[in-house]
């Protein structure tokens, strides 16, 4: 039955979409909101939980997939910006983490101009923290800042 990778992943996939739903729906419930804060999270473990499944169907070629060495470095670094990014988020706040990961990973991937980088990286998160905020009711992490 699990004779290829890729019933193999997605039997994984399964469950961490899984584990991740039981736990999305356990998440806090706000009066007075029209979103709560357990919708997306509960759409992405649904969307992740179907996706796992289409994935045990798909046929598998058989390729082995290899990463050149001079691109594992990049990858870990990115990958190194993600975990700054999900250990900050809480207590620096959405918007300083975001414009900071935007920027650094931009900045590392190869975008050098500084000023165009700044603004979109400061611009960037503020107005999706204002959309969720104030039109969607979905609070999202301050952190350190007042608001």
């Known amino acids: 039955m699990l004779n290829t990778k890729n019933k193999k992943v997605s039997l994984v996939l399964m469950v961490v979409s899984i584990i991740y739903l039981i736990l999305s729906f356990r998440l806090p419930s706000y009066a007075y909101v029209p979103i709560d804060s357990d919708v997306i999270p509960i759409a992405l473990g649904f969307i992740l939980l179907l996706l796992s499944i289409a994935l045990f169907f798909i046929k598998d070629t058989g390729e082995k997939v290899k990463i050149p ?8 670094i990115v990958l190194g910006f993600i975990l700054f ?6 207590l620096l706040g959405f918007i300083i983490v975001t414009a900071l990961f935007i920027f650094f990973s931009s900045w ?4 050098k101009k500084f000023l165009s980088n700044s603004l979109v990286s400061i611009f960037l998160p503020v107005a999706i ?4 905020v104030s039109f969607l009711q979905i609070q999202l992490p ?3 800042l007042p608001f």
Do not use: R
């Open 69 to 76: 060495m001079n691109d594992l470095i990049p990858i870990l």
């Open 129 to 132: 923290y204002f959309l969720f």
């Open 142 to 144: 301050s952190g350190i």
């Open 85 to 90: 990014y999900i250990l900050f988020l809480e």
């Open 108 to 111: 590392y991937l190869g975008y």
